[in-house]
């Protein structure tokens, strides 16, 4: 048995098959590659990584089955997939995860050909454990799946909590003890124990609150933005993508550093010279047909808007989020002795989804002295109506206005 001083549970008790994937060179690379991404760009004390996270997750994962009675091979499969759920992710976690999808097919979840080329799945064999079933697990299937991946999974409960504490950000604060004590399987399903309605709801308060805050931070969306331009440009120069999918943080960003189209963008990351917010715009100001672009209308607007500005094509990105989710309002909460999903029982969730399309915001970036010309184009280009006019393609009973910044990222 290992013990770990954590910033967030203190000690954690690492044993078994956990403790002898921890120093494998696959979880071992999680050191090097930051939870949060460009986010520290905005909050400088926000550099935990991956390895962090996966023994907070690991922890909770072993405070669970004990609460909930899990014990034998079962539970240590389930403490594999916790210890190992995140070996699947590209550098910077999320940031360059679509630009690695697009090119592979994979997404960090799918972990078997990572398995597969390590000495994973001999460490597994040693306990008696299948690969294949550890993978599932992480990919939220089985009985005990949503343990680690679902609507009540550990592995939430711990990057709340872990992400409010690093960047000194509040909101992200919930009773996490609590929300384990109160874990059931009911029929085969993972629910919340009767009389947690409020319990259920703080993951949905606490997730509402820190995505405009810290997740989706103009300033981190502009990194984060600026990063997969520049790991596309790196496939594009020859970088294989699979290769990409393994790199570290640190790996990237010498990747960039070191080759001649990706330089500019490097450099300014690594000075924080950010671009601009050109254009700004609220969900109601979208016109429908560019709510959900594929990659090659995202680059056909980037090229249309960089010719109606007279700017070179790399000073402009198009930035769309996706349309928000919030796959927390399923989770299943014990009402009367029924199993009810939460979005059935709490008038809250219906407040929180409007809330997530009013935080919503398409934004295009370019460099700060031509950010104000570059707003212009993208208004004309993508059919925005500075002046709140109906247009043709805007939604029915949607107008259109727009915030234009043209300096100052923060």
Same mark, same amino acid.
């Given at each position: 048995? @290992?013990?770990?001083?954590?910033?967030?549970?203190?000690?954690?008790e690492?044993?078994?098959?956990?403790?002898?994937?921890?120093?494998?060179?696959?979880?071992?690379?999680?050191?090097?590659?930051?939870?949060?991404?460009?986010?520290?760009?905005?909050?400088p004390?926000?550099?935990?990584?991956?390895?962090?996270?996966?023994?907070g997750?690991?922890? &909770?994962?072993?405070?669970?089955?004990?609460?909930?009675?899990?014990?034998?091979?079962?539970?240590?499969?389930?403490r594999?997939?916790?210890?190992?759920?995140?070996?699947?992710h590209?550098? /910077?976690?999320?940031?360059?995860?679509d630009?690695?999808?697009?090119?592979t097919? @994979? /997404?960090?979840?799918?972990v078997?050909?990572?398995?597969?080329d390590?000495?994973?799945?001999?460490?597994?064999?040693?306990?008696? &454990?299948?690969?294949?079933?550890? +993978?599932?697990?992480?990919?939220?299937?089985?009985?005990?799946?949503?343990?680690v991946?679902?609507?009540?999974?550990?592995?939430?409960?711990?990057?709340?909590?872990?992400?409010?504490?690093?960047?000194?950000?509040?909101?992200?604060?919930?009773?996490?003890?609590?929300?384990?004590?109160?874990?059931?399987f009911?029929d085969?399903?993972?629910?919340?124990?009767?009389?947690?309605?409020?319990?259920?709801?703080?993951?949905?308060?606490?997730?509402?609150?820190?995505?405009?805050?810290?997740y989706?931070?103009h300033?981190a969306?502009?990194?984060?933005?600026?990063?997969?331009?520049?790991?596309?440009?790196?496939?594009?120069?020859?970088?294989?993508?699979?290769?990409?999918?393994?790199?570290?943080?640190?790996?990237?960003?010498?990747? &960039?550093?070191t080759?001649?189209?990706t330089?500019?963008?490097?450099?300014?990351?690594?000075?924080?010279?950010?671009? @601009?917010?050109?254009?700004?715009?609220?969900?109601?100001?979208?016109?429908?047909?560019?709510?959900?672009?594929?990659?090659?209308?995202?680059?056909?607007?980037?090229r249309?808007?960089?010719?109606?500005?007279?700017?070179?094509?790399?000073?402009v990105?198009?930035?769309?989020?996706?349309?928000p989710k919030?796959?927390?309002?399923?989770t299943?909460?014990?009402?009367?002795?029924?199993?009810?999903?939460l979005?059935?029982?709490?008038?809250?969730?219906?407040?929180?989804?409007q809330?997530?399309?009013?935080q919503?915001?398409?934004?295009? /970036? +370019?460099?700060?002295?031509?950010?104000?010309?570059?707003?212009?184009? +993208?208004?004309?280009?993508?059919g925005?109506?500075?002046?709140?006019?109906?247009?043709?393609?805007?939604?029915?009973?949607?107008?259109?206005? &727009?915030?234009r910044?043209?300096?100052?990222?923060?």
């Open positions: 048995m @290992k013990t770990i001083k954590d910033s967030v549970h203190d000690h954690i690492v044993g078994g098959v956990a403790r002898a994937l921890l120093d494998t060179p696959e979880v071992q690379r999680l050191r090097h590659v930051k939870q949060l991404g460009t986010v520290s760009l905005v909050y004390s926000a550099n935990h990584t991956r390895f962090e996270h996966s023994l997750v690991y922890h &909770l994962a072993c405070e669970a089955l004990s609460q909930l009675g899990i014990e034998g091979r079962a539970a240590e499969r389930v594999a997939a916790a210890i190992l759920h995140d070996v699947g590209g550098p /910077y976690s999320h940031n360059v995860e630009v690695i999808e697009r090119h097919g @994979k /997404y960090h979840e799918d078997e050909d990572v398995f597969a390590s000495s994973i799945p001999g460490i597994l064999a040693e306990y008696d &454990l299948d690969p294949d079933r550890v +993978a599932d697990l992480v990919c939220g299937e089985g009985t005990y799946g949503g343990l991946s679902g609507e009540l999974d550990v592995d939430r409960m711990d990057y709340l909590v872990r992400d409010a504490h690093h960047t000194g950000v509040p909101y992200g604060t919930i009773d996490h003890g609590r929300l384990v004590r109160e874990l059931r009911v085969d399903e993972l629910v919340l124990g009767e009389g947690n309605v409020q319990t259920a709801e703080s993951l949905l308060v606490a997730r509402a609150l820190m995505n405009p805050t810290v989706s931070h300033v969306r502009i990194g984060k933005s600026m990063l997969r331009r520049g790991a596309e440009r790196l496939i594009e120069a020859g970088t294989d993508p699979e290769t990409l999918r393994r790199m570290d943080d640190h790996d990237l960003l010498v990747a &960039l550093r080759t001649a189209s330089g500019g963008i490097a450099r300014r990351l690594a000075h924080r010279d950010l671009f @601009k917010r050109a254009v700004w715009a609220e969900l109601r100001d979208v016109p429908r047909g560019v709510l959900d672009p594929s990659h090659e209308s995202v680059v056909e607007y980037e249309d808007v960089a010719d109606r500005a007279g700017v070179d094509a790399d000073a990105i198009l930035d769309v989020p996706g349309y919030m796959t927390e309002s399923s299943r909460v014990v009402v009367g002795g029924e199993i009810r999903r979005d059935e029982q709490s008038p809250l969730v219906r407040t929180l989804r809330s997530q399309l009013n919503w915001r398409l934004g295009v /970036y +370019a460099p700060a002295d031509v950010a104000d010309r570059v707003g212009h184009a +993208a208004e004309a280009v993508l925005l109506d500075t002046d709140g006019t109906l247009v043709s393609d805007v939604a029915p009973g949607l107008h259109t206005t &727009l915030d910044f043209g300096s100052g990222a923060e």
